[in-house]
């Protein structure tokens, strides 16, 4: 086989295939890429590693200059690792920019932000700050199991991390639960990715009232995904027992009183300045998380 006019008339194509064909050209770019890396792959073992020297040699002056050297020793290790029969077949349904930014990754977190990127439609710059920011590092151990095993078994409470990421973007130094919830509220969006996939937003200091008083919960979310309501309430301190006997009692109220028979039963969340795992180990309501947060800046 001829290696080198073989990678030669896959770019060409490519490069036609781009002006004609728009609408499916990156999918196109992503495959050819991947075919032009198991030649290359071919070829290194044939002819030795330098064989990549002088194809973008030749390429550069035939073809153009993007073909150089990083690009095609690129296309040779995107075959590498994605080759593995571990690694989700999805990878087709995203763009080489996104692809580009998993290749120092291990085989679950690849599997891992592949899906996020699909399901939750993200720029290449969202999935840059998302592996910095250690996204699937911040999952459960639980929930990494899961993944690995990919058994459809999940719960709306899985994909939470932790610490959820907040961003400060008034740079604030001292930090109240009301400036805290007065930046989930600027960034909802974001926040709702850091809970998780299927969560929308209802209201803020939700007006509920428990005998003769009235109480605000200080978020009210829906998970469509699970189908289930779910309710915030936010700390600025370490996690108290008393933070518990109240979350409980509003999740009951909206069980009551806005739950539907075909929907499941709430989930509350506690997002807290510090976890306290000894109070949560003794915590018999399992639809009760506790979660740390955690407030960056405006360098994203």
Same mark, same amino acid.
């Given at each position: 086989?001829n ?6 008339n896959?770019?060409?194509?490519n490069?036609?295939y ?6 499916? &050209?990156?999918r196109?770019? $992503? @495959? ?6 198991? *030649?290359?792959? #071919? ?5 030795g590693?330098?064989?990549i ?7 550069v002056?035939?073809?153009g200059k ?14 590498n690792?994605?080759s593995n029969?571990k690694?989700?077949?999805?990878w087709?349904?995203?763009?080489w920019?996104?692809?580009?930014l ?6 679950y977190?690849?599997?891992?932000y592949?899906?996020v990127i699909?399901y939750?439609?993200i ?11 250690k996204e699937y590092e911040?999952l459960?151990?639980?929930?990494k ?11 709306v409470k899985d994909?939470i ?7 400060? &973007?008034?740079?604030y130094? $001292? @930090? ?6 007065q *930046?989930?509220l #600027?960034?909802?969006d974001?926040f709702?990715l850091?809970?998780?996939n ?9 007006k509920?009232k428990?005998g003769?008083?009235?109480n605000y919960?200080?978020l009210?979310?829906?998970n469509?995904k699970?189908n ?6 936010l ?12 979350i ?9 009183n ?13 997002i807290?300045?510090?976890n ?18 955690e407030?960056?800046y405006?360098?994203?």
């Open positions: 086989m290696y080198y006019n073989e990678i030669k896959k770019i060409i194509y490069e036609i781009n002006k004609v064909k728009d609408y499916s &050209k990156e196109n770019k $992503v @495959i050819t890429y991947f075919d032009i890396g198991r *030649l290359l792959n #071919e070829a290194g073992g044939k002819y590693d330098k064989i020297d002088e194809y973008s040699r030749k390429l002056i035939e073809v993007k073909y150089n050297r990083r690009t095609l020793y690129r296309m040779k290790q995107f075959y690792v994605f029969e690694v989700s077949t999805l087709t349904q995203i763009t920019s996104h692809i580009r998993l290749f120092n990754l291990d085989v977190s690849i599997n891992y592949i899906q699909i939750q439609h720029s290449v710059r969202e999935l840059e700050f998302k592996i910095k920011n911040r459960d151990e639980k929930t199991i899961k993944l690995k095993e990919e058994k459809n078994n999940l719960e994909l991390k932790e610490p959820i990421l907040i961003k400060n &973007k008034g740079n130094e $001292v @930090i109240s639960e009301k400036i805290l919830k *930046l989930i #600027e960034n909802i974001d709702l850091e809970l998780g299927g969560f929308s937003y209802i209201a803020n200091e939700y509920i428990l003769d008083r009235y919960i200080d009210l979310l829906f469509i699970f289930c309501y779910v309710v915030v309430e700390k600025i301190i370490e996690l108290k027992k008393e933070h518990i006997g109240q409980q009692t509003y999740m009951n109220y909206i069980d009551k806005l739950k539907t028979i075909n929907q499941d039963k709430t989930i509350g969340i506690i807290v300045r510090k306290n795992k000894f109070i949560m180990e003794y915590c018999s309501d399992k639809r009760i998380l506790a979660k740390e947060y407030l960056y405006k360098g994203y």
